[in-house]
C-alpha cells in the first residue's frame, strides 16, 4: 500500500502490514461519509517532512485537510487527511476521509458568508443603482436573484420590507384606478414613527433581494472546488425559481449589495442539510471528476440493483427483527401566527373531526353554519409537522434546520392605511420574524420642533436561519413569496409545496416511499463481506445490493486497504414490505379539500305566529336589526355519500322575533332552520 501526499509528492514511510479499515455508510441513513478508522504511521524524519513537521509547537499553522492519495494494487482513491496526534519519534495518528467523506469534512468547516466574502452585486455601486436593480427582479427572471414582499418584526413593530404601491411622480400612494407608476415605497425617502418619534428613512430602506436557492448550492459546491451537475432542482418549478429569505432591512443603504447579507447565518453544510432533510435526497460526489450529483431516495428504492454480493459474502447472514417505525416531519422552528398550532395532522383531526384543507390559503378550516348560510372558521395554518398518528410504532425523527415562516393578510398596521380604501388586491405575505440591520444605524428626530436633534437606534443584528420560500410572479407586475403552490387566485402554479402536510407536501412528494419501508421493513441485517479492489472503489454505498436473491439497501460497507485483503462485517437494511403491509393514510383521505368535500345546505323558511306564541317560544332573538342576533354557530361533521342519496333534513334548529313597523301594530315570526346534505363546491 502507497499514502501519497500530493502537496509534496512524498510517499509516507509506512509500518510493515500496515492497514486501513474503512467504514463507507449511505448517507441516506448516516451523517458521516466514508472515512478510515484511526491509524498509526512511523513520527520518522521522513514522514515529519512530507507532512510540514506537524509536532513543532512553534509553526503558526497546524497542517489540515492534507490532499492525499491511496493505492493498493488494483485501489486508488483520492483523500483528504487528518492529523489527530502526534507523539514525537513513536507515531503520528492520522485518518483519512474519502469519497463523501471528504467532500464533507470540507462544508463543516466553513460559513456561507465566508463563501461570498466581500463580493458585491455586479453593477451595483449606488442606491440609486440597488434600487433600479431591485426593480429588475420583479419579472422573476433573473437567474440568481428574486424579490418579493415580506413582513419583519422591527423595532417593536411589524415591518414591510419591499413594499409595492402605485405612485405619483412624488412617491403619494394613489388609487389604482388612477395612473400612476408601481414601485417600491421605500424608492422614495420616507418617515416612519417608531414609539411616537419620528424616523428619517433615506432611499433604499426597507428594501433587500433575495437569493436563489439553487444558485447557492452551486456557488457552495464551487467554492470547494467542484462542480454541481445539472438536476432536478435547476429543471423542475417551483424549485427552479425557489429563494431563501433574508431579514436585512437594509442591504442597499450603503450603495453596493453585499452578497454575504443576503444569506443565512450557518455553516455550508447546514444548506446542504436543509436539502437533504426537506426533500430526502444526497449529494454525490465524485472526487477524480470534482462533480456532484444529486439523487432522491424515492428513485434510489426503485431503482432494480445491479450488483450482487451473495459471492462475497463469506459468513451466514445475520437477520435482526427490529421494531418497526414511522416518519416524523418537522423544521427546526416555525414562525408563529395568529392560529392554534398542533403537533401533527393527527392530532387536529383528533380535536375537530370535521376539520378540511383549503389548499388555496394553506389553511385548515370547518364549515359551520347558522340560519343565515354556511361560514368556514380557519383552524389553523399548514405550518405543522407531519405525523400519521393512528398507531404506536416509533417514530423516525427527521427535522430540517431550517425555519417555516407564516403567511399573514395585509393590514392597516403593517400598510399604514386600509387596503381598501386603495382598492387593492388583498395578497398574503410571509411573516419572517426578526428582522436585522446589519449597514446603518437609523436616526430618529427628537424634537418635531427642531431637526438639528437627533437620537440614534442602535442596529439590530438578529441571524437569519435558512428559511426557504417559493416565488411566482404576480398579476400585478411583482412576485408573490409562499411556502404553498397556489396564487392568490386560486390558481395551481406548481406540482409542489413546501408544506410537510397536504397533497402536494413534502410528506406525500418526498418520504412516502421511505415511510413504507420503515413501516413494513428496513430490517438490519448483518454478514462478513470481501470486496475485490474493484468493488471497493466503484460500488456506491446509497444503491441497494443483492444478497442471496434479495434486493438490500446498504447501510455501512467495510473492508481493508493493504495488507491481507481479509473479510470484515459489513451491514445492510431489508427492502421487502413484509406482511401484512401497513401504509399511512394519505392527506387527501383524512382531509377533504374544502371545495371537494361533501356539505350541507341551509334551508330556512319564516312563519307568522301570535304574540303567545312568541311568548312561548324559548329562543328570542334581536333578529333583522343591524346588529342581527344570531343562532349559535354549528360544526356538524361530513354528511356521508349515503346521507346525499337520501337528501333528507337534519339539524332542526328555531327562534323567534317581532318586527316593530312605522305604521300598523308589532309582529311576530318564528325562524325554522334545517340542513340538507349536498355535494356543491364552496
Known amino acids: 500500500m502507497k499514502i501519497t501526499n500530493l502537496k509534496t509528492g512524498i510517499s509516507y514511510q509506512l509500518a510493515p502490514g500496515t492497514q486501513l479499515e474503512v467504514e463507507r455508510p449511505n448517507l441516506f441513513f448516516n451523517e458521516w461519509g466514508e472515512q478510515t478508522l484511526p491509524v498509526d504511521i512511523p513520527d520518522s524524519d521522513w514522514n515529519q517532512k512530507a507532512l510540514g513537521y506537524p509536532d513543532v509547537t512553534g509553526m503558526r499553522k497546524l497542517p489540515s485537510d492534507i490532499q492525499a492519495t491511496i493505492s493498493s494494487g488494483e485501489y486508488f482513491s483520492a483523500c483528504r487527511q487528518a492529523i489527530l496526534k502526534v507523539k514525537r519519534k513513536k507515531t503520528i495518528s492520522t485518518s483519512f476521509y474519502l469519497n463523501e467523506g471528504s467532500f464533507l469534512s470540507q462544508t463543516a468547516k466553513a460559513s456561507v458568508q ?9 453593477g451595483v455601486s449606488t442606491v440609486q443603482q440597488g434600487i433600479d436593480f431591485c426593480r429588475s427582479l420583479l419579472s422573476n427572471e433573473h437567474e440568481h436573484f ?24 412624488s412617491g403619494n400612494i394613489i388609487d389604482r384606478r388612477v395612473e400612476g407608476t408601481f414601485n417600491f415605497y421605500n424608492s422614495f425617502p420616507r418617515i416612519e414613527v417608531v414609539d411616537d418619534i419620528n424616523v428619517k428613512l433615506d432611499p433604499g430602506y426597507y428594501m433587500s ?14 467554492f470547494w472546488g467542484y462542480t454541481l451537475l445539472e438536476n432536478f432542482f435547476d429543471v423542475t418549478e417551483p424549485f427552479r425559481s425557489m429563494a431563501f429569505v433574508n431579514n436585512t432591512i437594509d442591504s442597499l443603504v450603503n450603495g453596493d449589495i453585499l452578497l454575504s447579507h443576503l444569506v443565512p447565518d450557518c455553516m455550508c453544510s447546514t444548506i446542504l442539510n436543509v436539502f437533504r432533510k426537506k426533500f430526502m435526497c444526497e449529494f454525490i460526489p465524485d472526487e477524480v471528476k470534482k462533480t456532484v450529483s444529486i439523487e432522491f431516495f424515492s428513485d434510489i428504492a426503485n431503482m432494480k440493483a445491479e450488483v450482487d454480493f451473495t459471492d462475497c459474502l463469506t459468513s451466514e447472514l445475520e437477520f435482526d427483527v427490529s421494531a418497526y417505525q414511522k416518519v416524523s416531519l418537522s ?11 398542533f ?30 348560510g354556511s361560514l368556514v372558521q380557519v383552524i389553523c395554518s399548514s405550518n405543522i409537522p407531519y405525523l400519521d398518528g393512528k398507531n404506536s410504532l416509533k417514530e423516525k425523527r427527521i427535522t430540517c434546520p431550517d425555519a417555516m415562516f407564516a403567511i399573514l393578510p395585509e393590514t392597516k398596521e403593517i ?5 381598501s380604501v386603495y382598492t387593492r388586491t388583498r395578497v398574503s405575505i410571509p411573516y419572517i420574524g426578526e428582522g436585522r440591520s446589519l449597514n446603518s444605524t437609523l436616526i430618529v428626530s427628537v424634537a418635531s420642533n427642531n431637526d438639528d436633534e437627533s437620537d440614534e437606534i442602535a442596529a439590530s443584528n438578529k441571524e437569519q436561519i435558512p428559511m426557504l420560500a417559493l416565488v411566482y410572479h404576480y398579476r400585478d407586475g411583482y412576485n408573490i413569496g409562499t411556502n404553498r403552490n397556489y396564487t392568490v387566485e386560486n390558481k395551481r402554479f406548481a406540482d409542489y409545496s413546501l408544506l410537510y402536510n397536504g397533497p402536494d407536501g413534502i410528506y406525500e412528494k418526498f418520504y412516502r416511499t421511505y415511510d413504507n419501508l420503515l413501516r413494513n421493513s428496513m430490517h438490519p441485517v ?6 475485490s479492489d474493484h468493488q471497493k472503489m466503484n460500488i456506491p454505498s446509497h444503491r441497494k445490493v443483492i444478497i442471496e436473491g434479495q434486493e438490500l439497501f446498504v447501510d455501512k460497507l467495510k473492508y481493508y486497504i493493504g495488507g491481507n485483503n481479509e473479510p470484515v462485517e459489513s451491514t445492510f437494511y431489508t427492502t421487502r414490505l413484509y406482511e401484512p403491509v401497513e401504509i399511512a393514510i394519505s392527506e387527501s383521505q383524512r382531509f377533504p379539500t374544502l371545495a371537494n368535500a361533501y356539505c350541507w345546505s341551509v334551508d330556512k323558511k319564516t312563519y307568522d305566529i301570535t304574540e303567545d306564541e312568541y311568548n312561548a317560544e324559548l329562543v328570542k332573538l334581536n333578529y333583522g336589526a343591524r346588529d342581527s342576533d344570531h343562532l349559535p354557530t354549528i360544526y356538524p361533521p361530513f354528511p356521508t355519500k349515503e346521507q346525499v342519496a337520501e337528501g333528507k333534513f337534519y339539524y332542526e334548529r328555531s327562534f323567534a322575533y317581532y318586527q316593530d313597523h312605522r305604521t300598523g301594530p308589532r309582529t311576530f315570526h318564528r325562524v325554522v332552520a334545517k340542513l340538507r346534505p349536498i355535494k356543491t363546491p364552496y
Open 114 to 122: 465566508e463563501v461570498f466574502a466581500d463580493e458585491t452585486i455586479p
Open 526 to 531: 448483518k454478514g462478513d463481506i470481501l470486496l
Open 209 to 222: 433581494p433575495f437569493i436563489r436557492a439553487p444558485y447557492l448550492l452551486r456557488r457552495i459546491f464551487s
Open 415 to 419: 400598510l399604514g392605511y386600509s387596503p
Open 331 to 341: 423544521s427546526e422552528s416555525v414562525i408563529s401566527d395568529e392560529y392554534d398550532t
Open 146 to 169: 428574486t424579490i418579493f414582499p415580506v413582513i419583519v418584526d422591527f423595532d417593536n413593530n411589524k415591518r414591510y420590507v419591499n413594499r409595492m404601491e402605485n405612485m405619483d411622480a
Open 343 to 372: 403537533d401533527s395532522t393527527s392530532d387536529l383531526k383528533a380535536k375537530y373531526p370535521n376539520a378540511c384543507y383549503n389548499p388555496v390559503t394553506g389553511c385548515y378550516c370547518r364549515v359551520g353554519y347558522n340560519e343565515n
